[in-house]
């Protein structure tokens, strides 16, 4: 049986842990194709989001890089799915600004944020993306305030699971120390490889009841916010 620690320094993935990027990502979609004269209907939306979801996870291995993605993402979808020449550069920018719009909290993730910080934690946000993206979401739901500092691998300079995505960040912390942090998120390819990467306890947001990969190191487990609460105690 695990034998519960005290923690000092808590790291939090944002997406699908404390925001929900699929009702972000589903309204900035239904703008983006309708500017377009794509009905967006939700097989259209499906599509896009299992395609992007591969983008991504390229990324993570090192299969393409960021400028890469965000380029060519929606350019070829739009081919591929319609045959439409669309080589706009805009088309992404205009994405992301739709995008930085959705900041629905997922439930039970303001209440355990406070319980947190009320109980000394010192909270770090860890997360892919873009810069002014998710710091505008952090900051129009008031999840700033809970924590100490922000580390985005588009001002990292580096992708979560990697090394030196967590050494850039770790750097940054005063008085850091690994054996007292935690890494909490959903992602297993992102957030418990990269806690394992980087040599730091990890506990798996696992709302869908996934099958772990055996590969990958997961300390601790919750199936809801609410259950992190109760790990911690």
Request: charged share 25%.
């Amino acid at each position: 049986m695990y034998k519960m620690k005290r923690y000092k320094t808590l790291l939090f993935d944002v997406d699908d842990t404390l925001l929900d990027f699929h009702a972000a990502q589903d309204q900035a979609l239904d703008q983006l194709f309708t500017s377009v004269d794509i009905e967006p209907t939700a097989t259209v939306k499906h599509a896009y989001a299992t395609y992007n979801q591969g983008l991504w996870e390229k990324l993570e291995r090192n299969e393409i890089t960021r400028d890469e993605l965000m380029a060519t993402r929606f350019p070829t979808f739009f081919k591929e799915h319609f045959g439409k020449e669309l080589a706009n550069n805009s088309l992404n920018d205009r994405y992301l600004q739709f995008l930085a719009n959705g900041h629905q909290a997922l439930p039970g993730a303001r209440e355990l944020l406070e319980d947190l910080a009320a109980r000394d934690y010192e909270l770090y946000i860890v997360t892919n993306g873009v810069k002014f993206i998710q710091e505008k979401r952090l900051r129009e739901s008031k999840f700033e305030q809970y924590f100490k500092q922000i580390f985005i691998s588009e001002t990292l300079g580096a992708q979560k699971p990697s090394q030196l995505f967590f050494k850039r960040a770790f750097e940054q912390i005063a008085g850091f120390d690994k054996a007292k942090t935690l890494i909490i998120g959903d992602s297993l390819s992102s957030d418990m490889l990269g806690g394992q990467n980087a040599g730091i306890d990890t506990l798996w947001l696992n709302r869908k009841h996934q099958v772990a990969d055996p590969k990958i190191k997961i300390d601790l487990e919750a199936s809801s916010l609410e259950q992190i609460s109760d790990l911690l105690s």
